[in-house]
C-alpha cells in the first residue's frame, strides 16, 4: 500500500493551498481517509477525515469552515482543500487509511488508521 501525499508548499496569511493524497494497493473505496498535521516540536493531530463513499465528513474545531476534504473513488485520490491559511496552520500533513465498511462515520484517531503517507509541508508566513 502506497499513500502518497502532495500540493504542499509555502503561502501567505490568508491564502489557500490543496493538498492531494494518491492511493495504491488498496481497495480505496472500503477505506475512510483522513488528513493529519504535525507541526514542529508538537504531537500529530486529527485535521479532518472523510468517509468511504466521500458523503460524510468529520473535521477538527480548529480547521472546521475553512478546510474541506473530498475524494475521488475512480482517481483513488482523497484531496484537502485549505483555506484562509494561518501561521499557526504551519506543518507537515498526512494522509491515511482506515478500513471502515460500517458505521461510516469516519473516525479522528491516529490508531485507528492503518496506513499512511510520507507527509508534505505546508508554510504558511504572516
Known sequence: ???????????????SLRLSCAASGLTFSTYAMGWF???????????GAVSRSGTITNYAESVRGRFTISRDNAENTVYLQLN??????????YCAADYRLFPEFPRSRMSDYDYWGQ??????SS
Not at 504535525?38 to 493531530?45: F, H, L, M, V, W
Not at 484562509?84 to 500533513?93: F, G, H, I, Q
Not at 507527509?119 to 504558511?124: F, K, L, P
Open 1 to 15: 500500500v502506497q499513500l502518497q501525499a502532495s500540493g504542499g508548499g509555502l503561502v501567505q496569511a490568508g491564502g
Open 37 to 47: 498535521r504535525q507541526a514542529s516540536g508538537k504531537e500529530r493531530e486529527f485535521v
Open 84 to 93: 484562509s491559511l494561518k501561521p499557526e496552520d504551519t506543518a507537515v500533513y
Open 119 to 124: 507527509g508534505t509541508q505546508v508554510t504558511v
